[in-house]
Every structure is written in structure tokens, then in C-alpha cells.
T-cell receptor, first 117, second 117 residues
Framework: GESVGLHLPTLSVQEGDNSIINCAYS??????FIWYKQESGKGPQFIID?????DKRQGQRVTVLLNKTVKHLSLQIAATQPGDSAVYFC????????????????FGQGTILTVHP | GAVVSQHPSWVICKSGTSVKIECRSL??????MFWYRQFPKQSLMLMAT?????????EQGVEKDKFLINHASLTLSTLTVTSAHPEDSSFYIC?????????????FGQGTRLTVV
């Protein structure tokens, strides 16, 4: 069935390096994508979102890139810090005939980011 | 930002008993809330969509008689796990959308760790 998946389940980086976390999605009807950070024992924390009419969006130290041609989403974290260590999930909102059910999300499998001091 | 609070943060119950988890939107009205389940080292899986004043919509494979959802007010949804068994042990997470704002993401609670012994 339709799914959102990730290429790399784990990513280890040195403090100060840039991190790139990737996500592949298969549903071309998806029109809204979100990246979440989840720390151990906590709920997901919103990082950044992007709509399908955009291919890039920047936040504070984070950038999300969307390539609809190959159905690929990435999250770039600049100057990664130990506090960025967590599991990162991409999620998609699927658009259907009635519109987009914002908040009703399909999550990817997650990438564990470990930042070494 | 919008705040969603879950209670309790963790609960241990005996097999066969029922457990109620609360999800509250603290500073906005949530016409729609979502309940997810997350097993260890796995992604979040949507269980049901809870709409204020109406019956919840359950995802395929989720037993509505086992996972009772009540969304009686614009700030509170509850999930009751009835006749809990050890296989119901999981991390349950709710999210809520601000009904006054269009096209926005949902905000997540901090999750409830359920352990059935």
C-alpha cells in the first residue's frame, strides 16, 4: 500500500557538522509534509513543514527540500548540536477528493540521529 | 505555540482492567483530535480520528470496542483501553488541531506509556 519510508535508519554525525535526513514517499496525492523530532519517551515535536507547491523551505538551522519528481523529502540540519540527537520522522498529509485532512498523518519509519561531541 | 497535554504520562495496569487516557488542548479549541500508537523502535500508527460531538473514525484493524474514544468537548478527548492485555502495552500519543485555523498542522501531546502486566 501507500507508505512513507526512510532510506537511513541511523545517522551519526560530529557536533558542528551538517546533517541530512532523507525520506521517500509513494503517494503522489500527498500535498503537505512535516518533519518531527521525537526524543525518548516524548511525543513528536514539530520542526518544519512544506506544501507541495514549494520545493524548499527554511527555518532556524533547518531546511526542508521537496522533490516531487522523485517523491523525495529531506531535512537538513545546520551545525548539528548534541541536543539535536533524537529520532526524526517525516509525515505526510494525504489529499483526497474531499480535500486534505490536516492532522491525519502517515509517518515514515524514522531515523535515529546521534550527534557526538 | 499550541499546547496539548496528555494524562497520565505513564500507567501500569493489570491484565483485564481498563485504562483511560486523557488528551487536552490547553490554549485552543480542538474540533479534531487524533490518537496514535507507537511500539518500541517503531513509527507512529494512526488509530483513530476523534471529532467533537460525533463518533470517532477508526483506522482499519483497530477495534473500536476495545479502544473507546470520547470527544465530548472542544478541549478534551479520551481513549479508554478496555480489558487491557500485555499486547496492548505501548506508547499512546494524541494530537489536536486548532479548529479556528485552516490548513495547519496538529500538535502532539507528550504521550502515555501503558504497561499491562
Amino acid at each position: 500500500g501507500e507508505s512513507v519510508g526512510l532510506h537511513l535508519p541511523t545517522l551519526s554525525v560530529q557536533e558542528g557538522d551538517n546533517s541530512i535526513i532523507n525520506c521517500a514517499y509513494s503517494n503522489s496525492a500527498s500535498d503537505y509534509f512535516i518533519w518531527y523530532k521525537q526524543e525518548s519517551g516524548k511525543g513528536p515535536q514539530f520542526i518544519i513543514d512544506i506544501r507541495s507547491n514549494m520545493d524548499k523551505r527554511q527555518g532556524q538551522r533547518v531546511t526542508v527540500l521537496l522533490n516531487k519528481t522523485v517523491k523525495h523529502l529531506s531535512l537538513q540540519i545546520a551545525a548539528t548540536q548534541p541536543g539535536d540527537s533524537a529520532v526524526y520522522f517525516c509525515a505526510e498529509n494525504i489529499r483526497h477528493a474531499g480535500g486534505t485532512s490536516y492532522g491525519k498523518l502517515t509517518f515514515g519509519q524514522g531515523t535515529i540521529l546521534t550527534v557526538h561531541p | 505555540g499550541a499546547v496539548v497535554s496528555q494524562h497520565p504520562s505513564w500507567v501500569i495496569c493489570k491484565s483485564g482492567t481498563s485504562v483511560k487516557i486523557e488528551c487536552r488542548s490547553l490554549d485552543f479549541q480542538a474540533t479534531t483530535m487524533f490518537w496514535y500508537r507507537q511500539f518500541p523502535k517503531q513509527s507512529l500508527m494512526l488509530m483513530a480520528t476523534s471529532n467533537e460531538g460525533s463518533k470517532a473514525t477508526y483506522e482499519q484493524g483497530v477495534e473500536k470496542d476495545k479502544f473507546l474514544i470520547n470527544h465530548a468537548s472542544l478541549t478534551l478527548s479520551t481513549l479508554t483501553v478496555t480489558s487491557a492485555h500485555p499486547e496492548d502495552s505501548s506508547f499512546y500519543i494524541c494530537s489536536a488541531r486548532d479548529g479556528r485555523r485552516r490548513n495547519t498542522e496538529a500538535f502532539f501531546g507528550q504521550g502515555t506509556r501503558l504497561t499491562v502486566v
